[in-house]
């Protein structure tokens, strides 16, 4: 079983949000509804749920803000220097380029375009 079943990643403009991690993580996210508040705007992540790791989504609601010292969601990279050197370009900022974590690999820390500090793992050096 999974440790984490789900993430969110609470966004002011889901447009310039979802722009950002399609850019940076080179991927496509999907439009998805929540039954229980129609006002809800979501955007998921590719997910099949059998892999491991967990599946989430950039959700933009009226009583959730982003910003910094919350929960911190680690994405998973090849080499993480890669996706952050995409992004500046994004919209976003390098908090703390590629370092070491010993055994368990590499790590940089950035923030989007919301002002979410999120990390970005990569288990080589690259």
Known sequence: ?????????????????????????DTKLSPMG??????????????DFTSHGAG????????????????????????CAVEA???????GTIVRPKFSIGEHGFVSIVTDTEGNMIGLHSVAAG
């Open 1 to 25: 079983m999974r440790k984490v079943g789900w993430f969110d990643i609470y966004v002011e403009d889901m447009e310039r949000a979802q722009a950002f991690y399609e850019t940076v993580l």
């Open 34 to 47: 929540d039954p229980n508040d129609p006002s809800a705007q979501m955007r998921a992540f590719e997910d």
């Open 56 to 79: 989430g989504a950039l959700v933009k609601l009226d009583y959730a803000q982003p910003g910094p010292g919350g929960s911190m969601v680690y994405f998973s990279c090849d080499d």
């Open 85 to 91: 050197e995409r992004v500046p370009a994004a919209g």
